[in-house]
């Protein structure tokens, strides 16, 4: 997610003052532990931060694990130690693999480096890795490594913090997940000066209660835990603090320290400048524009001029540019772009003010605690009389205005502005996340059933949508594949389909396309047109790969509330009746919900389908309920709409016609008319029609037939037989 | 969004015509009404699902037992299936259908019940269903009632509900009992308009053509009927594959003198059942093939499954066409022991001329003709004295024929006639113009076939 501001959590920060000691027993005496975890277990996790009089810090972590089988093997081939080179400075301080032969081999210096990690694109940043690979990793070896990191600059010299927990969360070979693998002996011992009063919080069912050691130059807290349980990770979990045993330790409770140290950071740059005057005077503003016309302005000069860069080498990542600069890069990252909105705004009289956000990526933190969770930043302007509070975000691709991401609904956020800030939750009302689908069904002259299809998107939807256009080189395909949800593709029909407003921030991202079937035989096919929810489902690829729940460990929880909707309208071509055969039921769970309906207008049907998941946080049982009930969706049925040729109104618009066109007294009207009379069954009014008929021409086989049948339905057996002679005689053939 | 596909709804609408039950209670007794226990009620709600498998299975047991028990307790289960599913035709048609059971059992005759539920239906229901009058017919066909009154009653059901096809093609099985075959072809006519893909339709069409071509004189003159009942009972056979459906499309296409067509129709129709009329119809294709040996096969088959005596004079056929004429000559002697005509014996004498056996030859005038026409063949071919002969041309059968299937024996005694007065030539000239000729089922037709190359 491009838009989203990278920073730097959790930095350990320490001076180089003493060289480390190995901090658990050595290898051999390790190698005595049974180890039953089938992967690997982490014997020893153990860890001493020091905090010095500075707020300085020097963290020293230790790991070894048994390598129990050949997929841990795999995993654990090679190591990685991330830091941010601006702020601290990190040490390998040895690495060793016991092997299953009982041999120690230290890490070869030859497979040990240090480099500048590649982040995503446009990103210019410190951020540095220690990467190194152990000879002999196989089943049955002991891996270890410890790593020192001190501070080198303080990214704010006002809030300390430190947070540990006791697994390595080593990256799966196929890049796909991590491993955290079961601890069996954890250890954290936390040093600070007398001086400096820390809080602390530990997370998870484990003992909070340290080891405390007092003397006069410093305070030692120790937490000693045993055998701690795995760690599965999977997607759709609940914020890690509630299943991620920690302990993390804050000099602060209260957030008006990060209130003020983000306000000084922009508010000096919110200076009137003949750059802002400029921009300002590009927007074209009416003198009559309205707050909210100023907004869009703001909102669309970002968007289309100042592209999204995030260019921090040497400054930490803290600290954004100058409004003239980024105006004159046309380039800047969250902070940039938020500095340079807010500029513009105080010049147009605009109330706005950074907000602080924590994305989703990075998780959902307890706040209970201080610490610098926040990895990205936006404009919030708050309501007025006339406007809602408004949640602006100008660093997404061609986001719909105000371009906030969905995703953050519910994150902790802060309102910066100098006076102790507000620590607050994303709430953005407005926001509905609805993909909707719309099918109208139509025959045509050519007797081909037409379906036009409009898909309209809102909020995250809309969002990932629009993300997709802009971002799959392999698109069209899958434009192509989504209709097919609609209707298999069995060559029974011509699609064409456009993507509409993918550029455009002021309108939803739409998909429109029609299906255009073969032709039907002939007019007296009838016709069964149905929708169902499964249609529903699938285009949208609502809880498509939803994992089975004999492997889910996890709480099953999603953020966002989704709602999707299908509307159809089948029209029933002229001299057809239509009629519904068929209708869908209702679905209703806590955590799922299908509403379903349908009305009619003379000969036309209009369905609707509306679906509704709320955020979910299910316990394994419920979702293996959640689970099983989704894979019944099909159970609830399909509406189906029948359209059949209208014989008995056709014959009455034919006959109609032939009166008005051939006139009462012709042969074919007359023979019409009784043919008519026959088929309605009212074979004593086709009687003297018939005769009639004859009348008018009586060297005509239909007419004889007609009347034969009038007679003979009428019970004149004798007569019916020789008007079938006649008829037959005049060359007629049935 | 990953690919997954959807069945598109959209499919062509097969009205399910009704099938009227055809069955009686075997049993005067009527159990009351069984609804489930109260136990059974008091459980949690059942649902619709459920509901409907119950009603089926009960129907089910309707259809052997005619229990009112069971009746009740389908339309119990409908009647719950249909508050959840109001708008399902299908429930609607079931539980109409087991309210009609209902009233054929219990009373005999529609009640106002069922008459209102037929009249909530929507059009497209109703196109499927017997209205409920046709409780009256159902009943009236299992009392000795005849076929007339049941015509009568039925024109009264099909004027209450004359969209059913179905009706319609009752209607003109009726007629065809009846022997009104016009009016069986008239309410055919419609059965198929209605429903133009059932294949049963198709065939009710096409057969009562075909009877009304019986009535004429000569049926093979009736070409254009021919074609019209040939249309029909094809696309029968197209779409229904049955033996029925297939043997009468070739009979109808060996009519038509549509040999390879027809050829290929009775084989399959013989293939899939051997009977009676499968077996003759192969055999004759086969000859007009001239298959000789797929004939013989034929001919021995309807002699082991038969007799022996229907297709003597297909075997002397087979015989002379290996140019067994001594066998040949054997067959047709003991065809004409069975068979005392003036017909039979012309060819049986000719045959055993060409084959030069013994035979002695019967008077034409002791063998009873059976009609005007055979009498004009007897007199033509009568063994005159040498004046006599002179008085008749050799044009006398022909210009005596008075339609073509006179006309294809006119030819081919015609041609016995010359081959008599030693005019081999003219003979042979005679045999070829026999087969091109209307009556091509006729024996004559098919031994013109096989003389013609002997001659």
Known sequence: MKFICHTLLLLLFSIPVFATERMAPSLVEQAKISSSSAGAETLFSVHHSILDSRGHWSKTSYYSLKINDINAARDYGRISIPYNNYYSNAKLEFANVFSKDGELKPVSEDAIQVRSVNTTQDFYEDRNEIIFSLPQVEPGSIIEFQITKTTKVKAIDTVLTSSISPYWFQPLVAKDGFRADAVKNFSYQLTVPPTIEMHTKVYGNLPDKPKLEKTDSQYSHTWKWENVPELTIEASMPPSYEFIPSITSSTDTQWEKIDTWTWNKIEPKLVKTSAIDGVISSLNIAGNATDQDKIKAVFAYLQTNIRYVFAHLGRGGYEPHFPDEIINDKYGDCKDQTVLALALFKELGIDAYPLLVETLRQGKSDTSLVELIFDHMMVWIPATKTHEEIWMDTTGDYGLFPGASAYIQGQPAMIVNGKGGKLIQVNMDSQENLAHLDLNYTVNEDLNIIVDVEMLYKGAIEQNMRNWWQHDNNRDTTLKQTFTMIFEDKGQYKLSSEVLNAENIYEPFKIVGQFKFDALKNQDTPINLGVSVIQLIRVFGINSGLQIPKTRKNRYVTALPIKTKLTAKFEAPKNYRSALIQSAENFSRPYFEVQQKIESKGNIFFVEINTHQPPLNLSSVEYENYYNDMLKLGDTGAWVVNMQLDSDKLATNNITQLKNTEGENTLIYQVSLAKKHINSGDFQKALPVALRAVEIDNKNGEAWFVLGMAQGFSGSIEESQQAFENAKKLGFVP | ?455
Not at chain 2, 238 to 265: C, E, R, V, W
Not at chain 2, 384 to 406: P, T, V
């Open chain 2, 1 to 455: 969004m990953k690919t997954r596909f959807i069945i598109l709804v959209l499919s062509i609408f097969l009205s399910a015509c009704d099938s009227a039950p055809t069955k009686h209670a075997s049993s005067k007794k009527i159990n009351q009404i069984q609804l489930p226990a109260k136990k059974y009620l008091s459980q949690a709600k059942i649902p619709a699902k459920e509901h409907l498998k119950l009603a089926e299975s009960a129907m089910a047991r309707v259809n052997t037992n005619y229990q009112l028990a069971d009746v009740n307790l389908a339309i119990f289960h409908y009647e719950n299936a249909l508050e959840e599913h109001q708008d399902n035709i299908f429930i609607q048609q079931a539980h109409y259908r087991a309210l009609f059971v209902r009233d054929y059992v219990e009373h005999g005759f529609a009640t106002k019940d069922l008459q209102q539920s037929y009249d909530e239906l929507s059009w497209l229901a109703k196109k499927g269903l017997n209205p409920p009058s046709y409780v009256n017919f159902i009943t009236a066909s299992k009392k000795p009632t005849s076929l007339t009154a049941l015509i009568s009653i039925l024109l009264d059901v099909i004027s209450d509900q004359p969209n059913n096809a179905n009706l319609w093609n009752t209607l003109s099985e009726l007629y065809e009992g009846t022997e009104t075959y016009w009016l069986a072809v008239a309410a055919a006519k419609r059965a198929h308009q209605l429903d133009t893909e059932n294949p049963e339709y198709m065939y009710q069409l096409g057969d009562s053509i075909n009877d009304i071509i019986q009535l004429q004189e000569c049926n093979f003159d009736e070409k254009d009927y021919a074609i019209s009942a040939v249309k029909h009972i094809s696309k029968a056979a197209a779409k229904n594959p049955i033996q029925l459906y297939i043997d009468n499309t070739g009979l109808h296409y060996m009519n038509l003198g549509l040999f390879p067509l027809a050829y290929q129709s009775s084989k399959k129709a013989y293939d899939l059942e051997k009977n009676e009329w499968t077996i003759i119809h192969y055999l004759e294709a086969s000859l007009l093939m001239r298959r000789y040996d797929e004939a013989e096969i034929a001919a021995n088959d309807y002699i082991a499954k038969i007799n022996k005596e229907d297709v003597l004079e297909d075997l002397a056929m087979i015989s002379v066409s290996k140019n067994q004429w001594q066998e040949a000559a054997n067959y047709m002697k003991k065809n004409i022991h069975s068979s005392n005509n003036i017909l039979v014996e012309l060819r049986t004498r000719w045959i055993h001329s060409l084959a030069q056996a013994d035979y002695t030859d019967k008077d034409l005038y002791l063998i009873d003709s059976k009609s005007p026409w055979e009498d004009s063949v007897r007199e033509f071919m009568r063994p005159l004295k040498e004046e006599e002969r002179l008085a008749y041309e050799s044009d006398y059968l022909l210009e005596k024929a008075a339609n073509g299937c006179q006309l294809t024996e006119a030819y081919f005694y015609t041609a016995y006639w010359h081959w008599k007065k030693n005019n081999g030539t003219e003979a042979k000239r005679f045999l070829q113009i026999t087969q091109k000729q209307t009556a091509t089922r006729f024996t004559e037709y098919m031994w013109a076939g096989i003389l013609e190359n002997k001659l």
